[in-house]
């Protein structure tokens, strides 16, 4: 499943940057409504998790299309 490019791409590009975003409004939420410690965690650990997957699934994708083109199997857009 994360042998596709297109999967990548919405990993990184789409799905994990917004689960980062989400979660970055929830911990900010937390802290704000009183809940500091358990909002510090969400905001450290939970959105740098989201982030850093989106960065591996960048690389992982560039990787792949660059051993596709080097292979030849890239076919060109139609």
């Known amino acids: 499943m994360l042998k596709k490019p297109?999967?990548?791409f919405v990993l990184g590009y789409m799905l994990l940057p917004l689960f980062a975003l989400i979660s970055?409004?929830?911990g900010l939420t937390m802290i704000l409504g009183g809940n500091k410690i358990?909002?510090?965690i969400v905001l450290i650990v939970?959105?740098?998790?989201f982030?850093?997957?989106a960065f591996f699934s960048l690389r992982k994708r560039k990787?792949?299309?660059l051993?596709?083109?080097d292979a030849g199997t890239l076919q060109p857009p139609r």
Not at 46 to 49: A, G, I, K, L, R
């Open 51 to 53: 982030a850093f997957g």
């Open 38 to 40: 358990a909002g510090i």
């Open 63 to 65: 990787a792949l299309l």
């Open 46 to 49: 939970v959105t740098q998790v």
């Open 67 to 69: 051993q596709e083109h």
């Open 6 to 8: 297109e999967t990548l």
């Open 24 to 26: 970055a409004i929830v």
